[in-house]
């Protein structure tokens, strides 16, 4: 949320910092709706979803930074947990995962 609000405004920044803003605090959302599944298969269709905007987090970061919004050592260390995260959660995924048969 403070990268989001150090990007500078403008009308083309503003949409980028919207949209990694959504994405970056999607997967808490995803996470916790997770904790909650009925089933394994809708703890794991929860955690793709989380997995989805995680990808979608580290595409927007990317953009920040080829687009130098703001100094890359803000970045490094968001885009860094943000490849952590997606390691979690592809754990987590496969180790909940319905098998098949």
């Not at 904790?35 to 929860?46: D, F, G, M």
């Amino acid at each position: 949320m403070r990268l989001c609000s150090s990007i500078p405004a403008s009308r083309t920044n503003d949409g980028v910092a919207r949209q990694l803003l959504r994405a970056g605090t999607s997967p808490g959302a995803h996470f916790r709706e997770a904790l909650r599944a009925r089933s394994k298969a809708e703890y794991v269709s929860k955690m793709n979803g989380g997995l989805m905007e995680l990808e979608e987090t580290l595409y927007w970061l990317e953009i920040v930074e080829e687009a130098g919004l703001v100094p890359l050592t803000k970045l490094e260390a968001l885009k860094t947990e943000t490849d952590e995260l997606i390691a979690i959660f592809i754990s987590l995924i496969n180790k909940w995962r319905p098998k098949s048969r």
